[in-house]
């Protein structure tokens, strides 16, 4: 099968100059590369056939020697050395400049420039645990971070003497260097600089070469009202200082709030369980109940209350933490039996059961269900 111009394989113009066919060229490799085209099986072909292309039209003397023969200046030794194909050390250099192209989305490399030797600090976590009452009222807290801070002795720098960090010659400053496998460039972090770009002659002697040291740091937290158990709070820059000098990373709080004696609590609402007395739930009357800002409230019980039975008080929940308002508390009654009772209640009660058949609806209607259920079993 004859061979296709190397000028139609990268779709560009004959004549055109050199940043016009690298161009081309890098947009193809991207475009055919096998690794981003699984499903196309002719995708591997393509790109051999672009990358031979741009082998020769890169260099000046075979692309001049290819505008006057075409593919037979590469047949029988002529254009200089065996054509495209006997040129794969040449190839592998040309691919390098593309390489971050390919590979840079996936690998987090930085495409076409130098690495700095600082380094961004890490982002820090602590958890607080607070109660409901200051999670109620909000509060500052002071809490003590262990983290690492900028080195005093070397001003962050991690060299000795106010000496300059280096570039590595390694990696030329890159962090990163190349080796030849094959046909591909294959890309590691830099042995000697371990991926930094830098080296320090004299490391100083209090921080080793870091720019940074170990140390516990006392901070104050503003801990808004309204917060709950998974909210976050971000302190931009009181994270971990950076490596040599880099930027420092942030410190996360993570608010749990204690579970309490008497509230319960979904969301901005409140929920209270208060037990009353048979009596006080059968005649009606009023209730004492605490309220989470420290304060009482007077709650009417109507009369024939039964277990379960909700009353609401708005606006004593909460406070939404963004504003906008609390939420409501909720008194749940529960029906308390009374225990231990002397001879005389015991008296009482069975007189008060003897006169009380027609008042408990619940009951009646209960024990009707279970009367028809038994005689439809029957039946």
Known sequence: MAKRDYYDVLGVAKGAD???????????AKELHPDRNSDNPNAEAQFKEANEAYEVLKDENKKAAYDRYGHAAFENGMGGGGGPRGQQGDFASAFSDVFDDLF??????????????????NDLRYNLRINLEDAYSGMQKTITVPTSVGCDACNGTGAEGGSEPQTCPTCN???????????????????????????????????????????????????????ETGTRIRL?????AGMRGGPTGD???FIEVNSHAL???????LFCRVPVSMATAALGGEIEVPTIDGGRSRVKVPEGSQ???????????????????????FIELAVETPVKLTSRQRELLKEFDKLSEENNPQGSSFFKSVKSFWDSMKS
Not at 18 to 28: D, H, L, P
Not at 174 to 185: D, E, L, N, P, S
Not at 307 to 329: E, F, I, N, T, V
Request: hydrophobic residues 25%; contains cysteine; glycine residues 18%.
């Open 18 to 28: 050199a940043a016009t066919i690298k161009k081309a060229y890098r947009a193809k």
């Open 104 to 121: 840079g989305d996936f690998m987090g490399g930085q495409r076409g420039g130098r690495r700095s030797g600082a380094q961004r600090g």
């Open 173 to 227: 400053g890159m962090g990163k260097v190349r080796a030849q496998q094959g046909f591909f460039t294959v890309e590691r972090t830099c042995p000697t600089c371990s991926g930094m770009g830098q080296t320090i002659k004299n490391p100083c002697k209090t921080c080793h070469g870091a720019g940074r040291v170990e140390k516990e740091r006392s901070l104050s937290v503003n801990i808004p009202a309204g917060v």
């Open 236 to 240: 931009a820059g009181e994270g971990e």
């Open 251 to 253: 410190l996360y709080i």
């Open 263 to 269: 509230f319960e609590r979904e969301s901005t609402n």
């Open 307 to 329: 277990s379960g039975r909700q009353m609401r008080l708005r606006s004593k929940g909460m406070p939404a933490l963004r504003g906008g308002g609390s939420g409501d508390m």
